[in-house]
């Protein structure tokens, strides 16, 4: 299977931005990069979605390099409410199956 | 108010029962979906159905079975087939089987094998 790899966890300051990198080396060719966002005990929550370059909504942005084996996802100005466990999701190029990372939890301080 | 729902929030079985977890949409969404999450760890995919009356296994599915009778609702049974069913169990559902489509999640399950 692909693996999803992204840093176990991260810390920042409120007005800062955070960058979460999500490796993944064996992307399926026609497949989106998703990221959700997780509180504690509740089901993740879509933040964005892309394919190449560069999307951006207005809760984040997200770059894709062009050999899209990597994605980043950037939160502008964090706030102690984006603390919070952050997945990526893309689909494997052997299996086509779609699998979550395991996730980066990111603790915003005051 | 719409949503997908999940009940019970919190379950507590005896070691060698059958549990139903309940998952109910009414986004009016085609394809469902039955996740688990163990501590620390991402989420991991048990069953999904793209239709009515017809549901896929995942990367997790022994242990587990499902019933799509109706488009709101996909129950998911976890055996006494399943050798450590203690996680926390997460449903969702998407507007078609595209897989690209975002996925809404319930609020979860917390099932605890005594």
């Known amino acids: 299977l692909a693996k999803t790899t992204q840093p176990i966890s991260m810390d920042s300051y409120e007005g800062q931005e955070v960058n979460i990198t999500c490796s993944h080396n064996?992307?399926?060719?026609?497949?989106?990069i998703t990221w959700y966002q997780q509180f504690p005990s509740q089901g993740p929550r879509f933040i964005i979605q892309g394919y190449k370059t560069k999307v951006t909504n207005e809760v984040a942005s997200l770059f894709i390099p062009a050999d899209r084996k990597s994605s980043t996802l950037s939160l502008p100005r964090v706030s102690l409410s984006d603390t919070a466990v952050y997945y990526c999701?893309?689909?494997?190029?052997?299996?086509?199956?779609?699998?979550f990372g395991t996730g980066t939890r990111l603790q915003v301080f005051p | 108010d719409g949503g997908i729902t999940q009940s019970p929030k919190y379950l507590f079985r005896k070691e060698g029962q059958n549990v139903t977890l309940s998952c109910e949409q009414n986004l009016n969404h085609d394809a469902m979906y039955w996740y688990r999450q163990d501590p620390g760890q991402g989420l991991r995919l048990i069953y999904y159905s793209q239709i009515v009356n017809d549901f896929q296994k995942g990367d997790i599915a022994e242990g587990y079975s499902v019933s799509r009778e109706k488009k709101e609702s996909f129950p998911l049974t976890v055996t006494s087939a399943q050798k450590n069913p203690t996680a926390f169990y997460l449903c969702a559902s998407s507007i078609d089987p595209d897989r690209h489509n975002e996925q809404f999640f319930g609020p979860g399950t917390r099932l605890t094998v005594l």
């Open positions: 064996n992307i399926a060719t026609n497949d989106y």
């Open positions: 999701l893309v689909g494997d190029g052997n299996t086509d199956k779609l699998i």
